[in-house]
């Protein structure tokens, strides 16, 4: 994996991450399916011309799409995306629609030394003592596109895990069963051993 190729991220000690870009995944889910025509247009660079409607930029735009699948896949049943966010808390409650971030479970409220702090969740906000206050969550990704990174460290996850994902996903789109199943297993598979420490149950797609 090139530097080129990925983004970098700084956690809050201060530690350097390089994080995965979808690019990659993409190109290691064209070499596993043997799409030629994808892996040539990658390679051209030339993705931002809107009026290319051959079967190679579709392809890839399949690809896109279901790299952003497994992305949502893995952040909301895997490998959870955590952050925090703070807020000055004049009224005791806070919008979920004013977060910064897709908001799946809230997991504390602290106040800005580090006490933990009461807090209730309702439908479209939650509740706590005013003032200002640190929220920590959960979250589901935005949509990226080709040459975005996602919010995961390499190491922590591989492009080859992802890649595995989208072929899945890729191939039950076009009606290639048997390859469905077959890289299905093998997300299934590595995802379970990158995840082993944690007990993740990995179960199967819901279509087979």
């Not at 090139?2 to 979808?22: F, T």
């Not at 809107?50 to 399949?62: I, K, N, Q, V, Y």
């Not at 799409?65 to 806070?94: D, T």
């Not at 206050?133 to 992802?162: M, Q, T, W």
Request: charged share 25%; aromatic share 10%; net charge negative.
């Amino acid at each position: 994996m090139s530097i080129e190729h990925c983004a970098l991220s700084i956690d809050l000690k201060g530690v350097i991450y390089i994080n995965i870009k979808l690019l990659d995944c993409i190109k290691n889910a064209a070499t596993l399916i043997q799409n030629e025509e994808v892996l040539n247009l990658l390679k051209e660079g030339n993705l931002e011309d809107l009026s290319d409607f051959s079967d190679a930029r579709r392809d890839l735009d399949l690809l896109v799409e279901c790299g952003n699948m497994v992305y949502s896949e893995l952040a909301g049943e895997y490998l959870p995306l955590y952050s925090s966010q703070s807020f000055k808390n004049e009224s005791g409650n806070i919008e979920f629609k004013d977060f910064n971030k897709n908001v799946v479970e809230i997991n504390s409220v602290t106040d800005l030394n580090g006490n933990k702090l009461y807090f209730k969740v309702y439908p479209q906000s939650l509740s706590t003592l005013r003032g200002s206050v640190i929220v920590s969550f959960s979250y589901l990704p935005d949509k990226v596109g080709v040459y975005d990174a996602l919010d995961y460290h390499a190491g922590r996850l591989s492009e080859r895990i992802v890649a595995y994902g989208i072929c899945a996903e890729y191939s039950i789109i076009k009606g290639m069963f048997n390859d469905a199943t077959y890289f299905d297993k093998k997300f299934r598979d590595s995802l379970l051993n990158a995840c082993r420490r944690k007990n993740i149950l990995i179960p199967p797609r819901r279509w087979l």
